[in-house]
C-alpha cells in the first residue's frame, strides 16, 4: 500500500563524479534510480535493500531502487534521492510565479513494487 | 603515458562555483587527456579526467552527422522561424560565449534565461528587494570567525569550500585556521557535512522562513511563539545559543544553499536570510552569500546584468529587455506551452527540468550545445559537439563570489568552442533577419 512521504532530490558526489562520464551512461543512471530511505521505515513497509519502489506525484511517477539510510541521518517519513531524469518526473511545472519548480520537500507516494528496477 | 607531457600550473576547476584557480595539471598531449590533476578534489579529478577528446561528430541534424556549418544554417533557420525562441543555459561557458547569447537574443527578439532560474533565481529576486551584505570568499577566509552553512551539502556539492575558503584555511584574522571558527549546519538531513559543523542543527523540512524570522526577532530582543520549537523542530535554547554567537562573532558569514531556494518560500526563504545578515550588523560585521553550483553560473548572471539590467529571465519580444520571473523563466514558458524553440547552452534542461516543461521541449525543435551526449542532445534537432571550458579553451568566468578568472587551457579539441559556433549562429541570424525585416527585399534601388 502506498505511504505519503517527503522526497528531497539534492547533489551527492557519486552524482557529480558520474555524471563527468557521461549523463546516459550506467553509472549515472544507477546514481540517480537510488532514493534512500529511513532503515526503520523500510522495515515498517517491507521494503529490503535493493528493492523496487515507485514514487509518484500527480505529475508522474518512476521507479527506483531503495537504500536504507541510518534513522539519525534520514528522519522517518523523508526520502532523498540525488537529482535526476526519475526525479524530474515527478516535479510540477508550476513556479508559483518565480521561475523555481518545487525541487525539494515535495510529497509523493511511496509503494513497493515487484521485479527489478527498469 | 606518452613522453609528450605537458604541466599547467595554476590552472581553473569550473566544475563548481568555487572555481579552484590553484590546480596543478599533468597533460597528456598525445593522448589529449589529463592524467593528473593536483589540488583538485573528487569532483574537480573526476572533471579533468573524464574531459577527454571523445570521437564524436561535430553535429548531429535529426540525429544524422552533419558539418558544424551544416548545424549553423539548420540553427539560425530554426531561430529566425520561430515566434518565441527561447535560449537557456549558459552556466557551464564562458562570458564571452554568454554574451554572443545575450547578442542572439537581442537581434531575434527572443527570451534568455540562464540556470540560475532553477538555482539561487529566488535569491536573485531576493537580492532585488531585501539587498545584499556581501564579501569576497578571500575576505572571508582571512576574517570570518563563526561560518553557517544553511541549506545546503558543501562536503558533496562543493568539496573544497570547506578547506580553501571558509572552515579550515588559515587566515590574517583567524591564524589558527579551523581552531579559531565556530561552524554551524542547519538542514534537513544529516549530511556527510554534518562532521564538519560544531553545531548541527536538523530542521523540519519546509520551515526555513519560521526559523529564520525567529532568528530576527531575538536579535532585535523581541519575544518569540514559543510553538515555533515544535513546529520548526528546534528548540528555542538552541535558537537563543545561535543567536548569542552570531551578535558576539568578529565577522559572521552565512553561506545559503538550494535547500532554501527550491523549497516553499523560495525566494522569501533568501530574502530572511539577508534580512537577517543585514539585522546583524547593528552588532557586529555579517555577510550572507549563496553558494553557487555550476562553474561560471555567476559569470551567466554578471553578464546577462551587464547587457540587459536583469540577471535572468530576460524577454525581448517588444526589441527592449523586460525582465519578470514566473512569466520569462524557462521552465514556465516550456511548461505553459509558449516557446516554439528553444537553444540549450551547457546544460540538461531535459534531465533535470520539471516533468511539463521536457515534454514540451519534445514538441518543439531544440538546437543543443555540449561537450557530451546527455538527454537534451538526444532530443535535439540540432546538436553541436563543443570543447570544454577551461580545459580546451580560455574565456573569463565568475567565481561563487563575483571575482572574474582567467581560464588556461590544457589541450587543444578539434571541436569549436561555444563561443565560436554562437557568433556564426549569430551573424547567419543577423543575415536572415535583415531579409525577413526587410518589406521588399528584392528591391535593387538604383
Not at chain 2, 165 to 174: E, I, S
Amino acid at each position: 500500500m502506498a505511504e505519503m512521504m517527503i522526497l528531497v532530490p539534492g547533489r551527492t558526489n557519486k552524482q557529480g563524479t558520474s555524471l563527468n562520464a557521461g549523463k546516459l551512461k550506467k553509472e549515472y543512471r544507477d546514481v540517480t534510480s537510488t532514493v534512500e530511505m529511513n532503515t526503520d521505515d523500510m522495515a515498517r513497509l517491507g521494503i529490503k535493500e535493493g528493492d523496487a519502489v515507485r514514487l509518484a506525484t500527480v505529475i508522474g511517477e518512476t521507479v527506483v531502487r531503495c537504500k536504507g539510510r541510518k534513522p539519525t541521518d534520514l528522519p522517518a517519513g523523508m526520502l532523498f534521492i540525488p537529482y535526476g531524469p526519475p526525479s524530474s518526473q515527478l516535479m510540477d511545472g508550476d513556479t508559483a510565479a518565480s521561475g523555481m519548480p518545487l525541487s525539494k520537500n515535495f510529497e509523493v507516494s511511496v509503494e513497493l513494487v515487484e521485479g527489478p528496477v527498469p | 603515458m606518452s613522453d609528450n607531457i605537458r604541466t599547467v600550473e595554476h590552472a581553473t576547476c569550473t566544475f563548481c562555483g568555487c572555481v579552484c584557480d590553484d590546480m596543478d595539471l599533468t597533460v597528456d598531449m598525445d593522448a589529449k587527456r589529463i592524467t593528473k590533476a593536483k589540488n583538485a578534489c573528487t569532483l574537480g579529478r573526476a572533471w579533468f579526467a573524464e574531459h577527454t577528446i571523445e570521437d564524436r561528430p561535430f553535429a548531429l541534424i535529426d540525429g544524422k552527422a552533419a558539418t558544424t556549418e551544416e548545424a549553423v544554417e539548420a540553427a539560425a533557420q530554426i531561430l529566425v522561424a520561430a515566434r518565441l525562441p527561447i535560449i537557456y543555459g549558459l552556466s557551464d561557458t564562458t562570458c564571452e560565449a554568454q554574451r554572443q547569447a545575450v547578442a542572439i537574443c537581442d537581434l531575434m527578439h527572443g527570451n534568455i534565461d540562464t540556470t540560475t532560474s532553477v538555482c539561487h533565481g529566488p535569491s536573485g529576486i531576493a537580492f532585488q528587494g531585501v539587498g545584499e551584505s556581501t564579501a569576497t570568499l578571500g575576505e572571508i577566509k582571512n576574517r570570518a570567525d563563526l561560518v553557517i552553512y544553511w541549506g545546503g551539502n558543501p562536503a558533496e556539492s562543493h568539496p573544497r569550500h570547506f578547506t580553501r575558503y571558509a572552515v579550515t584555511p588559515k587566515g590574517r584574522y583567524v591564524p589558527n585556521g579551523r581552531k579559531d571558527r565556530y561552524v554551524v549546519l542547519v538542514d534537513v538531513r544529516r549530511t556527510p557535512s554534518a562532521p564538519v559543523a560544531d553545531l548541527f542543527i536538523q530542521i523540519k523540512p519546509g520551515h526555513d522562513f519560521e526559523l529564520l524570522w525567529a532568528l530576527r526577532a531575538f536579535v532585535k530582543g523581541r519575544k518569540v511563539d514559543p510553538n515555533l520549537a515544535e513546529r520548526t523542530g528546534v528548540s528555542l535554547a538552541t535558537m537563543e545559543d545561535l543567536v548569542k554567537r552570531m551578535k558576539s562573532c568578529r565577522y559572521g558569514v552565512l553561506f545559503f544553499g538550494m535547500g532554501l531556494t527550491m523549497t516553499r518560500g523560495r525566494h522569501f526563504n533568501s530574502g530572511a536570510v539577508l534580512a537577517l545578515a543585514t539585522d546583524l550588523n547593528e552588532f557586529t560585521h555579517f555577510v550572507a552569500k549563496p553558494v553557487r553550483g555550476h562553474g561560471n553560473v555567476t559569470g551567466a548572471d554578471n553578464v546577462v546584468s551587464w547587457q540587459t539590467g536583469y540577471p535572468f529571465g530576460v524577454n525581448f519580444s517588444r526589441g527592449y529587455p523586460r525582465f519578470n520571473p514566473g512569466e520569462y523563466t524557462t521552465v514556465d514558458l516550456l511548461a505553459r506551452g509558449e516557446a516554439d524553440a528553444a537553444m540549450i547552452i551547457a546544460s540538461d534542461p531535459a534531465s533535470n527540468f520539471p516533468r511539463p516543461a521536457i515534454e514540451h521541449m519534445k514538441r518543439i525543435p531544440v538546437i543543443a550545445l555540449d561537450t557530451k551526449p546527455t538527454d537534451t542532445t538526444q532530443l535535439a534537432k540540432v546538436a553541436f559537439t563543443t570543447s570544454t571550458y577551461g580545459i580546451n579553451t580560455s574565456g573569463t568566468v565568475y567565481r561563487m563570489d563575483d571575482v572574474p578568472i582567467t581560464l588556461r587551457p590544457a589541450f587543444e579539441s578539434p571541436y569549436p568552442s561555444d563561443e565560436e559556433v554562437l557568433i556564426a549562429i549569430k551573424n547567419r541570424v543577423r543575415e536572415l533577419l535583415t531579409k525577413k525585416r526587410t518589406r521588399f527585399p528584392n528591391l535593387k534601388v538604383a
